[in-house]
């Protein structure tokens, strides 16, 4: 039977948001399905792919540690030891759109905190090595069985072990551990420290990341937006007082400095940065405007078989967001037609679209605009 990706939270998701999200770890026994796509061959036929980032990690506790990165090729492969390795494809979502399905289950978060899925596949003993990540992370285990070590919260000051490109913990004290089989799934929240190793062959781990755009990226982007056609306008102060500092600046000049450069990111040019950035794709998948992601094939009769009822899919590669304005389609801002108000709404809530309610959101300007895009390749018909 076909089954499409799905995880369900094992408690009420305002819940898991109240105690669990960005505070602790939770582990959630068989709280996932729908996971045997992609099997191993077609993970390793993605890391052979130019546009796909993949890594190959090979070391353990008392061996040394390796990285390098894809895309490799079948020689690779074939001279791989028996046990220690792991390899990682990241934006598997982006490259499948059938594993992509599975972001449909995390509408617990808005969708531009979503970032991609990475999956890894190990033989007996593979492991990145104890570490910790910078964002949230839920690792749902696919196949095989995986131990799960837990530490302690970690920031810029952990000791490291000397190593060039893994970020690895010089030390790592073990506070719980868990062993994960097929659907069981852990959720990490950032600077936790874990460390998980393939207890068998054919072990396949997805792990849903989470975008947290830095503040600084945040800063200047809305800077340079709300910058773009901007007239020039200078600072004013009519009615100014006497100086009081005669040889510098007044805390009520820096105020009014501040204020006048502050108000030129207005409401409506911070919300319009803000939706271009967080509809963009993740950094490192973009190949210019024809983004890789855009060149598999979709799995249509699996996701038919799955989804009987859905007539059309997004591509896992077609970020979008919406909001009053339209829809944001991988950074770009499309206004939607007076007949199609809802379309936007509609298309970036989910993944999978059936006929009656696109007959419901889109008019025929709308309908028109989104043949355009099944066209250009972001959505995929299933009829
Ligand atoms: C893995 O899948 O082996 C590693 C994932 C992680 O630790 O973040
Ligand atoms: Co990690």
Redesign the pocket.
């Known amino acids: 039977m076909s089954t499409l990706p799905r995880f369900t939270l094992p408690l009420p998701a305002a819940d898991f948001l109240r105690d669990y999200w960005q505070r602790k770890p939770l582990l959630a026994r068989a709280s996932a399905t729908g996971l045997a796509i992609p099997d191993p061959d077609t993970l390793a036929g993605l890391a052979l792919e130019e546009g796909v980032e993949s890594r190959l990690i090979m070391g353990a506790q008392d061996s040394p540690w390796t990285l390098r990165h894809g895309p490799f090729d079948e020689d690779d492969f074939r001279t791989l030891p028996e046990q220690n390795w792991?390899l990682?494809v990241q934006s598997v979502d982006y490259c499948l759109t059938e594993v992509s399905l599975l972001l449909d289950s995390f509408d617990f978060l808005p969708p531009w905190r979503l970032e991609d899925i990475?999956i890894?596949y190990?033989v007996r003993g593979g492991?990145?090595g104890p570490?910790f990540?910078q964002y949230d992370?839920f690792?749902i285990q696919a196949s095989g069985q995986r131990r799960w070590q837990l530490g302690p919260a970690c920031d810029a000051d952990t000791p490291l072990q000397p190593h060039d490109s893994l970020r690895l913990l010089a030390d790592m004290p073990v506070q719980e551990e868990h062993l994960l089989g097929p659907g069981d799934v852990l959720y990490i929240p950032p600077g936790v420290a874990?460390w998980?190793i393939a207890e068998d062959d054919d072990c396949v781990?997805w792990?849903v990341g989470f975008r947290a755009p830095r503040r600084a990226d945040l800063l200047a982007r809305l800077t340079d937006e709300c910058l773009a056609d901007m007239p020039e306008t200078l600072f004013t102060d009519p009615g100014r007082d006497l100086p009081q500092d005669a040889a510098g600046l007044s805390d009520a000049d820096v105020q009014a400095l501040t204020e006048q450069a502050l108000s030129l990111l207005t409401p409506e040019r911070t919300r319009r940065a803000l939706m271009q950035l967080l509809s963009e794709p993740r950094q490192g998948n973009q190949n210019g405007p024809d983004f890789a992601g855009l060149d598999f094939e979709v799995d249509t009769g699996h996701i038919r078989a799955a989804a009987p009822h859905a007539t059309l899919v997004r591509r896992g590669s077609t970020r979008l967001l919406a909001d009053a304005s339209g829809l944001w389609l991988n950074g770009e801002h499309v206004p939607l037609p007076d007949d199609s108000r809802g379309l936007g709404t509609y298309l970036a809530s989910r993944r999978l679209y059936d006929a009656p309610s696109l007959a419901q959101h889109a008019g025929e300007a709308g309908m028109e605009l989104l043949n355009e895009w099944i066209e250009q390749g972001f959505f995929v018909s299933l009829e």
């Open positions: 792991t990682l990475m890894s190990a492991s990145v570490h990540d992370v690792l874990h998980g781990t792990s």
